[in-house]
Antibody, heavy 118, light 110 residues
Framework: EVQVVESGGGLVQPGGSLRLSCAAS????????MTWVRQAPGKGLEWVAN????????FHVDAVRGRFTISRDNPKNSLYLEMNSLRVEDTAVYYC???????????WGQGTTVTVSS | QSVLTQPPSVSAAPGQKVTISCSGR????????VSWYQQLPGTAPKLLIC???KRPSGIPDRFSGSKSGTSATLGITGLQTGDEADYYC???????????FGGGTKLTVL
């Protein structure tokens, strides 16, 4: 079955750190762009970051640049989002998705919830 | 405020047709492919339309997409109550070097 499964979410204090993981299966992970998208409570979708097939090209939205880093481990079929200096406004459900904006993101996980609160 | 502009809500009766607009700029819709996503309540988004007008496998032909200049449109015919959801347009923005989503449109099937 083609799927991606996120993990690593939780409650963290402002200024803290968290690492999200996304386990991929059922498709050739090493040949796929991957993307993180988030959705704050009651709000719309926000693109967070994406990474190309070999990990050499990474892009991050301005709101997280310098604090979050997307990465991947192709032998482990895994995608990551390292989140530092977390802020209350980073509270959201974080989705991992296969693909990128230009050609569409066709496989989505169920999301993992990150809550930043004191 | 989103870089891409969508109407906050649209509504129509079962069996009718509805269109959802998405307005952008030359740096995004004007220069790259648009995709559309459906998000049913409490679920993850689902790809409906990619590359402006292509339907992924399994998406019924009731759903269609088009693009002209710096605007894109999602069309849904033969509306069903199960189509009630939030719909988002999405595109890469070359000026921002980032992906952007529209603010989302809530579809109500009356």
């Amino acid at each position: 079955e083609v799927q991606v499964v996120e993990s690593g979410g939780g409650l963290v204090q402002p200024g803290g750190s968290l690492r999200l993981s996304c386990a991929a299966s059922g498709f050739t992970f090493s040949s796929s762009w991957m993307t993180w998208v988030r959705q704050a409570p009651g709000k719309g979708l926000e693109w967070v970051a994406n990474i190309n097939e070999d990990g050499n090209h990474k892009f991050h939205v301005d709101a997280v640049r310098g604090r979050f880093t997307i990465s991947r481990d192709n032998p482990k079929n895994s995608l990551y989002l390292e989140m530092n200096s977390l802020r209350v406004e980073d509270t959201a459900v974080y989705y991992c998705a296969k693909g990128r904006m230009t050609y569409g993101m066709d496989i989505w996980g169920q999301g993992t919830t990150v809550t930043v609160s004191s | 405020q989103s870089v891409l502009t969508q109407p906050p809500s649209v509504s129509a009766a079962p069996g009718q047709k509805v269109t959802i607009s998405c307005s952008g700029r030359s740096s995004n819709i004007g220069s790259d492919h648009v995709s559309w996503y459906q998000q049913l309540p409490g679920t993850a988004p689902k790809l409906l339309i990619c590359e402006n007008d292509k339907r992924p496998s399994g998406i019924p032909d009731r759903f269609s997409g088009s693009k002209s200049g710096t605007s894109a449109t999602l069309g849904i015919t033969g509306l069903q109550t199960g189509d009630e959801a939030d719909y988002y347009c999405a595109v890469w923005d070359r000026s921002l070097s980032a992906g952007v989503f529209g603010g989302g449109t809530k579809l109500t099937v009356l």
